[in-house]
């Protein structure tokens, strides 16, 4: 069992550069795959980034070249540095666990999610 809790959402203006940050349970979490996922108003949960255990990682186009995912093993965390933010990423940032080998790029690869933290930017 794992439990994820993110940090770091806020409001920010266009232009403007926020850090979330996930905090993971459990001992094994360095063989964990990660991903950041968010959900805007009526529209569905899409992958943004995710990493696997050995430091492979991908980004949806619309985020490739603003957003950096990276983890820190020893502090249990994976994060999402935003840059350069525009009002179309306005979400709620979901960070999310998969147990199994290799990289989850769909909601129904990971096995546990975190609460979510809101994301805002203003125009």
């Known amino acids: 069992q794992m439990q994820l809790v993110e940090s770091g959402g806020g409001l920010v203006q266009a232009g403007g550069s926020l850090r979330l940050s996930c905090a993971a349970s459990?001992?094994?979490?360095?063989?964990?795959?990660m991903g950041w996922f968010r959900q805007a108003p009526g529209k569905e949960r899409e992958l943004v980034a995710s990493?696997?255990?050995?430091?492979?990682?991908y980004y949806a186009d619309s985020v490739k070249g603003r957003f950096t995912i990276s983890r820190g093993n020893a502090k249990n965390t994976v994060y999402l540095q935003m840059n350069s933010l525009k009002p179309e990423d306005t979400a709620v940032y979901y960070c999310a666990a998969r147990s199994r080998g290799g990289m989850g790029l769909s909601l129904n690869e990971y096995d546990y999610w975190g609460q979510g933290t809101q994301v805002t930017v203003s125009s």
């Open positions: 459990g001992r094994t979490f360095s063989r964990y795959a």
């Open positions: 990493i696997s255990s050995g430091d492979m990682t």
